[in-house]
């Protein structure tokens, strides 16, 4: 694999979701703002196998940061809302539909091991209940390319604190959360990384970090 | 009074200073990075009672943000590094030596009492142990004018957790500290704030918000 890659949108104030996440709100409140800046994109669009779209400096930014990613790896808080145990019927299938955006294998870091769920479009979600593990596994799984580390916050602040993160691509909303979940709380030594480009968009702000 | 203005400097992991803050390193391990975009401006020259300096989007920024600028108010910590009582001989008159650049009445927020401080250049420092009286007295003393709240990380999150901030300029520098001291953590509703304005710059980005 090449190399394993944050890529998050984050609020002014340090959020990457808002408060009291739920079905309804699987952002939390005002967390859907969060992505205002790539929905209408043309790259985000043609991810989700739908035409058309604006092109402009954030759509390079997105299609670049996309382009290369063989495995993702997320959160279970990310996967879906459920917590405790997975319901024996009719278990939760993330929030994306029968053919998710991802279309390469996704390992979930779960507390409940379940076996593996294969939906359309080349997407596989491995349940895997260590976090090294996943890692471990998603670098395996995507030789010669990167490894998407996706969120949520708790994954994300558990991949800094490790040092795993090799490049950052932080997308900074104009906007205050106030409440919700943050990535970077101390814990981390974000020292080692070192500002490659900075691309200024109306309603957001794309940094590329490297780790050196 | 015209209005409560928080203008402040802060990494794109939310720290308005560094960690380990100390007589030689005031502003933490860091932290003097978050000031660099301001130091070579005209409008910073000025202030301290200089000449020259660079003259570009950021100077005016810095121009306009303190022109109206009639008192500050501000916590011990940013005053000085001395903690517990103030020393009975020589005590510490502040970072800014005897002609500081604030040039109107300081309200400094303390545990500990003290007589007024007046320096050269019509500063005078005064001491108060309550941060609300703190920042009334500050409004009283600017009539027509606006009041700097001007950190550090505590006061500002006392200010904002009250609501007293009214104007928020948010300097946001395009470096990662990693640890250091933080004003965004979760217990402020900042939703109430309305962003009028961005200005990009190399190193930083300017965010004005008014709260509505």
Known sequence: MAAFRLQISMS????????????DDPLGIGGEQL????????????????????????????R????????????????????????ADAPWEGWWGKNPPF???????????????????????HFVTD???????AAKAAPDRDVAVA????????ALAGKWIEVM????????????????DGSADLRAFRLVRTIHAPTVTHYSFIRS
């Not at 993702?72 to 997975?86: E, S």
């Not at 779960?110 to 359309?120: D, F, G, Q, S, V």
């Not at 969120?151 to 558990?158: F, H, K, N, P, T």
């Open 131 to 137: 976090f090294e593990d996943a890692m471990m596994r």
């Open 12 to 23: 002014l104030d340090g959020c990457v979701a808002g408060p009291e996440q739920s079905l």
């Open 151 to 158: 969120g949520g916050a708790s994954l994300v602040r558990q």
């Open 64 to 87: 670049e940061a996309t382009a290369n990613i063989g495995a993702t790896v997320m959160g279970r808080n990310m996967f879906g809302p459920v917590r405790g145990p997975w319901l």
């Open 169 to 184: 691509d932080l997308h900074v909303v104009s906007i205050l959360l106030g409440r919700g979940e943050r990535i970077f």
């Open 103 to 125: 279309h390469h294998p996704v390992f979930v870091v779960t507390h409940h091991a379940r076996e593996p769920l294969t939906l359309e479009g080349g997407t596989t979600f």
């Open 35 to 62: 992505h205002e800046w790539a929905v209408p994109l043309a790259a985000f669009r043609e991810i989700h196998g739908q035409e058309g779209g604006e092109v402009n400096p954030s759509d390079s930014v997105l």
